[in-house]
């Protein structure tokens, strides 16, 4: 079992950036692989980001470039670096864990890009 809690959210302007962070409540050391997620208004929760264990990664063609995830182990914690960010990035962002069978999320943090 493990808790998640987002913060690093706002409001910024187009072309601004944000770092999102993830404090999980245990050790995400063996934990293969952390997620970011969001939804919009409206829409579908859907795949950001997601880091495996070893540092693999894997990103949404539409935040490739622009986003970097990234894990550190030691303090439990997963992080978001939004840079060049456009309106349509605007949305609640989650952070998500799967522990064997049992998926875990974080209770989101907005995120407000205007034009």
């Known amino acids: 079992q493990v808790q998640l809690v987002e913060s690093g959210g706002g409001l910024v302007q187009t072309g601004g950036s944000l770092r999102l962070s993830c404090a999980a409540s245990?050790?995400?050391?063996?934990?293969?692989?952390m997620a970011w997620y969001r939804q919009a208004p409206g829409k579908q929760r859907e795949l950001v980001a997601s880091i495996t264990s070893g540092g693999s990664t894997n990103y949404a063609d539409s935040v490739k470039g622009r986003f970097t995830i990234s894990r550190d182990n030691a303090k439990n914690q997963v992080y978001l670096q939004m840079n060049s960010l456009k309106p349509e990035d605007t949305a609640v962002y989650y952070c998500k864990a799967r522990i064997t069978i049992v998926t875990y999320w974080g209770q989101g943090t907005q995120v407000t890009v205007s034009s």
């Open positions: 245990r050790s995400i050391l063996s934990i293969n692989t």
